[in-house]
Each structure stands twice: as C-alpha cells, then as structure tokens.
C-alpha cells in the first residue's frame, strides 16, 4: 500500500469516526425529549401531571374509595437545606382536591436556590395524580437561615385502578443548576418544568 491509499484510507475512518461522533451527539440532545415521551406513555419513573385547578374543581369525587398518599422527603448531599413533610401521609378520595404543606429551611449564612424534582411510586400511578399547585414547578430560594412552608395541591383521578390503595410521593431538593452555595443572585428561571 503505497502513501496514497493509506492516506485515502485514513481519510475514510476519519468520516466515519466524524460521522459516529455526530450521530451520539444528536442522540444526546434526542435522549431526553425520547425520555419524557417514554415516561409519559408508560408511567415510568413516577412523573406526576399537572392540572389548572378550574379543570380538577369539575372531577367527580368517588365518595366510596380511599386511597392513601404518603409523603417523603430527601436533600442532595449538596444542599445544605433541612426538607420535610408537615405531613406523612393522608387519606383521599380519588378526585377531592387536597393541600398538604412541605418544609424547608436553609440552614447556611448564604441565600441557595434549590429545585424540587418528585417522584411518585408505583410507577402505574403516575399518569392518575396530578398537581394544581406545587413548590416543584419553580426553584425555590432561602435567604440565610430561612424557612418556609411550601404548599402542595393535589388531586388523584377516579380512573386510578383500584388494585392502588397507596401510593407514595417523593421529592428531592438538589441545588438549581447553576448556583454555588454561597452565591448571592437567586435564579429566575423556571427550572425543571419540563421534566415535572
């Protein structure tokens, strides 16, 4: 093989190699909308709908069914925030529109962002319980030492299978994207919509 054919030969694993670093690049960007359309579909990893509460106040409520909702709570290693449930569980009826109360408090000398990311178990629920009103849809910010009680509004459909007597919301706090502990400019951004 003379300089020549090496050299075209080169030439060609340099455009697949090229083309291969394209295609996982795009693949990249895809992965998470292909994420969301997957999870939506099938239930997958407890992601909650969202509701405008003029929808939910026209559910009918099944007076005959309890479901149980029980509540957690967990910080990123990260956020140096306390975060808990002012509640650890209730009972419902599918289609009553219900408000518990979340805490949180900062427990720095700094002002830190957070975002709450939840997640609902089982997973088959996720399609049936659905949020007007939720500390999760935006980043939350604490001044120094601050605390504050952050509201959720809830509703659970009556077409949740009936083989469902609990299920089990949690949520997560992480520092927002972004933020350093210590920074002192709070974020504006709406956050993790997408992905609520």
């Known amino acids: ?19 291969v670093v394209v295609g996982m690049f795009g693949f990249g960007f895809a992965l998470v909308p292909l994420y969301n359309v997957f999870c939506d579909i099938t239930g997958l990893n407890g992601k909650t709908g969202r509701i405008e509460l003029e929808k939910a106040l026209t559910e009918a409520v099944d007076e ?20 808990r449930p002012l509640v650890k569980k209730v009972r419902v009826h599918p289609g009553e529109i219900t408000e518990v109360n979340y805490y949180a408090r900062n427990r720095t000398g700094n002002r830190i962002t957070g975002q709450a990311v939840p997640s609902l178990a089982p997973g088959l629920a996720a399609k049936y319980f659905n949020k007007t009103e939720c500390f999760c849809f935006t980043r939350q910010t604490l001044e120094s030492r ?9 509703v659970v459909d009556p077409r949740l299978p ?3 007597r609990t299920v089990s919301l949690s949520y997560t706090f992480y520092q927002a994207q972004g933020e350093e502990a210590g920074n002192t400019t709070a974020l504006e951004s709406g956050g993790l919509d997408s992905i609520l």
């Open 64 to 83: 005959d069914r309890l479901v149980t909702v029980e509540f957690l709570a967990t910080v990123n290693s990260d956020l140096p925030w306390e975060f």
């Open 1 to 19: 093989m003379d300089a020549r054919e090496r050299s075209e030969a080169n030439m060609r694993v340099v455009r697949r190699l090229a083309f």
């Open 162 to 164: 009936k083989e469902v």
């Open 146 to 154: 601050e605390g504050k009680q952050m509201p959720l509004r809830f």
